[in-house]
């Protein structure tokens, strides 16, 4: 049975020097355009950056399938199989990004049989390295990771991001989700920029709990893994197990949190990352 270390070795190097490239596209100008909607931003980077991990990784692994963010916006299906297969964010943040704000990953997490077998989520600004592999727990700068073990939501500090619809209609249950977790009362609720980066702050413990409509397979692939690891449980919104193309999840470090953030949430359709 394949323990797929090799291939993590080689992720952590390709999401190190794609943050690298990252890094040094910070400072230059960048050209912004719009994907589904006016606040879903990409740029030349995005575009480069995919294209640069998915190229090193098909010469290595040609047998193997991808899912990139840039790839899937320019029609490519996305689509689980049970091959290997990389599912890559090559700049989560990018509104971060393009404003210098300093909360920006390259995401890259690795299926095979649709299951996750590990995950990868590098911080561009800071170099942090957050790595966990399927049964070997999770790890940030080589430092093992614990969550939470909080149980008493009042004591919890939630962390969420908008998403890209901005209608009325939308808005208005966000805001109202919103307005539940925070009058519950927990200690707070926190948005970032970053799904990646939210998700990896459950893992290491700095919060409890995460929810979100409209993120994408490449927000949660890696971030699963590494929250798993940590000790946490990674849900869908209605409460039932993780669906990576649902574009819904709930984090948490204790299944007690999880479980009272599942009742809070009025639903929001963004569709699925499967669907033609
Ligand atoms: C997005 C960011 C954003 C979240 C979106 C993600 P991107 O990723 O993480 O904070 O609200 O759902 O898709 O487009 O910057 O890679």
Redesign the pocket.
């Known amino acids: 049975m394949e323990d797929w270390s090799d291939c993590l070795d080689v992720a952590v190097q390709i999401a190190q020097r794609a943050g690298q490239v990252v890094q040094s596209a910070v400072k230059q100008e960048k050209r912004v355009s719009s994907k589904s909607t006016p606040t879903?931003l990409v740029t030349e980077a995005d575009h480069q950056v995919e294209e640069l991990i998915i190229s090193t990784l098909s010469e290595k692994y040609p047998s193997h399938r991808f899912i990139g963010?840039e790839s899937s916006a320019a029609g490519v299906k996305c689509e689980l199989t049970d091959s290997p297969t990389w599912i890559i964010?090559p700049?989560?943040?990018?509104?971060n990004f393009v404003h210098s704000f300093p909360m920006v990953a390259v995401s890259i997490g690795f299926a095979v049989r649709k299951e996750l077998e590990f995950g990868v989520i590098y911080h561009c600004f800071d170099g942090t390295l957050y790595t966990a592999r399927k049964g070997h727990g999770a790890f940030c700068n080589g430092v093992r990771l614990h969550v939470s073990k909080e149980k008493d939501v009042s004591k919890a500090l939630i962390l969420t991001?908008?998403?890209?619809k901005r209608d009325p209609a939308t808005l208005d249950i966000f805001l109202g989700n919103m307005k539940k977790l925070l009058s519950a009362p927990t200690h707070g609720v926190r948005i970032i920029?970053?799904?990646?980066l939210a998700l990896c702050h459950i893992a290491s413990g700095a919060a409890e709990a995460y929810y979100?409509y409209?993120?994408?397979c490449w927000?949660i692939a890696a971030a699963a893994v590494i929250i798993r690891e940590a000790g946490g449980c990674v849900m869908d919104t209605t409460g039932g197990p993780l669906d990576l193309m649902s574009r819904r999840v709930v984090a948490a470090g204790t299944r007690e949190i999880a479980d009272y953030v599942v009742k809070q949430l009025q639903p929001i359709n963004y569709g699925r990352d499967d669907s033609d």
């Open positions: 879903d963010e964010d700049i989560d943040g990018t509104c991001e908008i998403g890209a920029g970053s799904s990646t979100q409209g993120l994408h927000d």
